[in-house]
């Protein structure tokens, strides 16, 4: 089975940046107890407050759709429906 990494940034609006950041502790924990999950990094762009920095590593493409799929529905998703969304989504062995 093939590895699925997601790397790339969001980018936040302005009036949405605390609500973001007080969500995305929570997010970070669900999602490294997810089955799957191996890697998993937000971090906020030093020189860009706007800017989060994104790199996932799933173990598979099941793992890595059963966290899309939960990010639809979760709290997460509902704060950063209005995010610009930059990622590269590869398969490795």
Not at 21 to 45: M, N, R, S, W, Y
Not at 68 to 84: F, Y
Request: aromatic share 8%; hydrophobic share 30%; with cysteine.
């Amino acid at each position: 089975m093939s590895k699925i990494i997601l790397q790339g940034h969001i980018i936040v609006p302005k009036d949405e940046l605390p609500h973001v950041q007080a969500a995305l502790p929570k997010h970070i924990e669900l999602t490294q107890q997810e089955t799957g999950c191996l890697v998993f990094k937000v971090t906020q762009d030093l020189e860009n407050n706007e800017q989060f920095n994104v790199y996932e590593e799933f173990s598979d493409r099941k793992s890595f759709e059963s966290h899309q799929d939960r990010v639809k529905s979760s709290n997460w998703g509902q704060v950063t429906a209005r995010v610009e969304r930059h990622y590269t989504i590869t398969e490795s062995p």
